[in-house]
């Protein structure tokens, strides 16, 4: 009697250590899951994003990258969060010191799961990610190309 009391231990400890893994989101479900969201549109490029919650009194944390993209052409970017952590990603496109689009307007407190870009010149722009209110999060970018114009 007590080794069946062992081994239905032992079946719930494995099944509890694997539903854990079970129900986190990996960047690649992420990806797959803003692919769907992008709608339309051919993938390029994915970032994965993961910060911690900003300190008291600090700067929120955000994640950087540049990438080159083409005259003429729209590209789409899309942005999804994970649901194992409480931040909300806010994505901005930057020329140099001029913002170009985000997912998220400070005037209405909206969030948009994309931003369209019409590219008006060959360069490196800059893409920068952090989360609402200095939270720890995880999100992923997703760029895509749309059409030329």
Known sequence: MRNIYIIF???AIILL???NKLSAQSGQEL???CGMIAG???YLKDFQIKLEAAKPGEEPPR???SVVLSKNTKYRFSICNSKDFSGEAILQIYDNNRLLGTTYLVATGKSYP???LKCS???VYHIFTSFKEGKQG???????FVERL
């Open 63 to 65: 994640a950087a990258y």
């Open 138 to 144: 995880m999100a992923v970018v997703l760029l895509s």
């Open 114 to 116: 994309s931003v369209d």
């Open 40 to 42: 339309d549109a051919t």
């Open 9 to 11: 231990a032992l079946f």
């Open 17 to 19: 250590g694997n539903s």
């Open 121 to 123: 010149q060959t360069g």
């Open 31 to 33: 990806v797959d899951i």
